[in-house]
């Protein structure tokens, strides 16, 4: 009979400590590196440790078969479906829904996800609005509206405390950025005239007016999937000079438009100056 | 040379003699000095010509007496041979063997060439409910697994055997043969065979992983150019970030069901579960309270509650509300939309579950849902075979975390499946599109049922999620999102196919679906 398995190394074995060191050592890069933050929300960090130990001592029990000389004829492809996406992992760098649907448009090269991203631009402001059931909350029905009304006073008590203005400037930083939002969206005509500092990074495409972009920050709620960028469209004659996703401080004054067909903030630019991207990129809301 | 080592096991007059007589007379082995050794002795003995055959030692190991490393070290010494036979008892643990044989002082000299079980179709059943932990480690470790007298038995029941023994050991050959004879055949054939095939297989597999990290490498250098890429980096971002959330919620799974493996016996769950229909749905509900995992660790336990001889209604009740009123869902949920909308969803969730169980119970399944059959009732991996025989703490302890390890990339291996398809999903159907079509409530409903399955997100964060639909869809079909989604998506399909046939996940499926849509469309006309 043939002379098979001549290993000193279970080979079985070895692909299962591989897949698991690999994996803790992933979780862990990602973590070490800050660029768990493009993945998922920091809530699951926590989780993800507790992983990370799990994955290493079950590794620790597995490393006394090493050396056994038989393996349980499992098949060596189930392994090679938890190594294949360890390695692209490692390959390729994290990257964003949103700003691919803006680098792709760069030279707007089709219609379609030009067209998506529109889309995007005007679902991202609904929402806005919607999440701060404002007005729009008759449309749905009574009950469930009182429900989210009363739940949302609370939250709003809390974000009220964030907002605020001095001598007449209203400074946007991360902590407040969605309570601006919210504020600004609802209250529709209460800020014009008021002068605005916000940091963001620079949004546009193909569809937008040469002195248009929109200085956004993306939204994380759970983890990469669910990403949404949420800004305010900016007036500035040299937009068109600006760079798509480069990071910017902006100062200007608030403005109350109609555009496609919805009253809504806008920021007339009066100066922008390029920053470094901040340490957290993304805002969560939740 | 190393000295090649064949071992056969099998049950008492399955044919291990015959085979070795026929074996030891082939031609390949003329030239080689074997040792026999002899640890069970049936009727069949071994042939005259081959006991005086000047190069074939036969030694025979007493009854009362096992094999030790100070044994087989004392045969190595005395003849030196090419090859040592081991005919191994029926009863005695192949594991422990594998273990002598893997000690550093033996290793040194000796190679296990081939391991063959051998099976008496007529007797499989009867012994595997036996000495089922036993078989289940042979037929483990085996290359070659010969079914014999296949011919007194139905062509059926040879099918449903090759499918059960196929289920624990995934790799090694089965052959079924209806005279000793036949096994000739198969010697003659493997003999012909190139001896380095097994090498060139997995030196194969290196060269293709080098090419494929190759290539990758090319297309990383051209991704700026590429859309397509930058597509696929937004994919992969996505599809690792679901493993993020769901491994660590995976491993608690496999550990909370390998710890009900190993220390829990079916005889515990058959004295203590209640025979009370009621007071066990009641059970099934208040367990998930104390189960803190979200839906995609919910699986390996409910399949090990299963195996352990918990009633399937039950752990199908069990399964579907644990993800639902465990309290890290309940809290992200009133976190989310507070208390009135996670209270309502707790409720359905437990109305759904129970409803479906119950219905499990009306109409009980009739075939086997556990994949592999009678095999599967006692856990077909080593850890806990072999091991929980003996009664050490810390082998214990071990077994749990192997058995977990074990478990991890059985069921992982769907995860990961899953995640991928998932991932697709979201990264190229864009949500707006169901967003759009949001003409009538039912068919909201229906389309967010629709979203939560394909999207499958962990249950502990999905309320999340669902919040940020809530300004688009009533939340009607925002309940549709958050109670389905937990109990049946791509996900958790994929994983349940580790441990449960197809026939019942399908029908699983079906019933969750239709009543939770039923379910919902009456919670519309009351809200």
């Not at chain 1, 989780?47 to 098949?75: C, H, T």
């Not at chain 2, 309270?289 to 209604?313: M, N, R």
């Not at chain 2, 997100?457 to 999102?481: E, H, L, T």
């Amino acid at each position: 009979m043939s002379a098979k398995k001549i290993y000193r190394i279970n080979i079985e074995v070895l692909l299962k400590i591989i897949s698991l060191l690999g994996f803790s050592s992933f979780f862990y890069y990602v973590i070490r590196t800050n660029k768990v933050q493009y993945y998922v929300h920091p809530r699951v960090i926590p989780y993800m440790k507790f992983a990370i130990v799990s994955f290493i001592i079950i590794s620790l029990f597995f490393s006394k078969e090493l050396f056994k000389v038989r393996s349980k004829n499992n098949k060596v492809v189930n392994y090679v479906i938890f190594i294949v996406p360890l390695i692209i992992s490692f390959v390729l760098p994290p990257k964003t829904m949103v700003s691919t649907s803006v680098s792709t448009n760069n030279g707007s090269k089709d219609n379609v996800s030009e067209n998506n991203f529109i889309e995007d631009k005007v679902y991202l402001e609904e929402s806005n609005i919607g999440s701060l059931e404002t007005e729009q909350n008759d449309i749905i029905d009574d009950e469930t509206a009182s429900d989210n009304v009363t739940e949302y006073e609370s939250v709003k008590e809390q974000e009220d405390s964030k907002l605020t203005v001095r001598d007449n400037t209203i400074i946007i930083n991360d902590d407040s950025f969605m309570a601006w939002v919210d504020e600004l969206f609802m209250n529709i005509g209460k800020y014009e005239g008021h002068k605005v500092e916000i940091v963001g990074s620079i949004l546009k495409d193909g569809t937008f007016k040469q002195n248009e972009f929109i200085v956004a920050r993306l939204l994380m709620v759970c983890c990469a999937a669910d990403m949404q960028p949420v800004g305010f469209l900016c007036r500035y004659d040299k937009a068109s000079e600006l760079e798509v996703d480069s990071w910017a401080k902006i100062k200007g004054v608030i403005k109350y438009e109609e555009v496609n067909g919805e009253e809504m903030p806008i920021i007339e630019l009066e100066n922008i100056e390029n920053v470094d991207k901040p340490e957290n990129e993304f805002l969560y809301p939740y | 040379m190393k000295i090649q080592i064949d071992i056969f096991t099998g049950f008492l007059s399955s044919g291990k003699t015959s085979l070795i007589n026929k074996m030891l007379k082939h031609s390949a082995y003329s030239k080689e000095k074997i040792v026999l050794i002899q640890c069970e002795f049936g009727e069949e003995k071994i042939t005259n010509d081959i006991v005086n055959n000047k190069n074939i030692y036969i030694e025979k190991v007493p009854k009362d007496k096992n094999i030790n490393k100070e044994y087989i070290k004392k045969v190595i010494e005395e003849y030196s041979p090419d090859r040592v036979i081991i005919e191994q008892n029926g009863m005695s643990n192949l594991e422990e063997l594998l273990d002598i044989l893997s000690h550093r002082d033996i290793r040194k000299h000796c190679i296990i060439d081939n391991i063959i079980n051998i099976i008496d179709c007529r007797q499989f059943r009867m012994l595997m409910g036996i000495i089922g932990s036993n078989i289940v480690s042979q037929i483990l470790y085996s290359d070659v697994i010969v079914l014999n007298y296949g011919n007194k038995v139905s062509t059926d029941e040879i099918k449903s055997l090759k499918k059960e023994i196929r289920n624990i050991n995934k790799s090694g050959k089965i052959i079924t043969m209806e005279r000793p004879e036949d096994f000739l055949l198969y010697l003659e054939y493997d003999y012909k065979k190139p001896s380095n095939k097994n090498i060139t297989d997995k030196l194969s597999l290196v060269v293709l992983i080098l090419i494929t990290f190759y290539l990758f490498d090319n297309i990383f250098r051209v991704i700026d150019l590429s859309e397509y890429i930058s597509k696929f980096q937004v994919l992969n971002t996505v599809f690792m970030s679901i493993l993020m959330e769901a491994f660590p919620f995976l491993l608690l799974g496999v550990f909370i069901s390998s710890i009900i493996q190993l220390f829990i016996t079916k005889e515990v769950i058959v004295k203590y579960f209640p025979q009370n229909n009621i007071l066990s749905f009641f059970i099934a509900i208040i367990g998930g309270l104390f189960f803190p995992v979200c839906d995609c660790a919910i699986v390996p336990v409910t399949s090990s509650l299963v195996k352990k001889g918990v009633p399937l209604h039950i752990a199908v009740a069990f399964m579907l509300s644990a993800p639902i009123v465990n309290p890290i869902v309940i809290v992200s949920t009133y976190y989310a939309f507070g208390p009135v909308v996670a209270f309502t969803r707790v409720g359905l969730g437990i109305m759904i579950a129970v409803i479906t169980g119950i219905i499990f119970l009306i109409f009980p399944e009739e075939k086997e849902v556990l994949v592999g059959g009678i095999s599967n009732y006692s856990c077909n991996c080593a850890y806990c075979n072999g091991y929980s025989a003996k009664e050490g703490k810390l082998l214990k302890i071990s077994s749990v975390f192997k058995h977990a390890g074990e478990e991890f990339f059985n069921v992982g291996k769907y995860l990961i499946i899953g995640a991928f398809i998932t991932a697709t999903v979201q990264v190229f159907i864009p949500k707006s599109i169901f967003t759009q079509i949001t003409e009538s409530e039912i068919i909201s409903v229906l389309i967010m049922m629709l979203l939560a399955f394909l999207f499958s997100v962990c249950s502990s964060s999905d309320a999340f999620i669902a919040r940020s639909f809530s300004n688009q869809f009533p939340m009607s079909s925002i309940m549709g999102f958050m109670v389905l989604g937990a109990m049946a998506d791509i996900k958790n399909l994929l994983m349940l196919s580790e441990g449960f046939s197809k026939r019942f996940i399908i029908k699983l499926l079906f019933i969750v679906w239709n009543i939770t849509f039923s379910i919902l469309c009456l919670y519309q006309t009351i809200i």
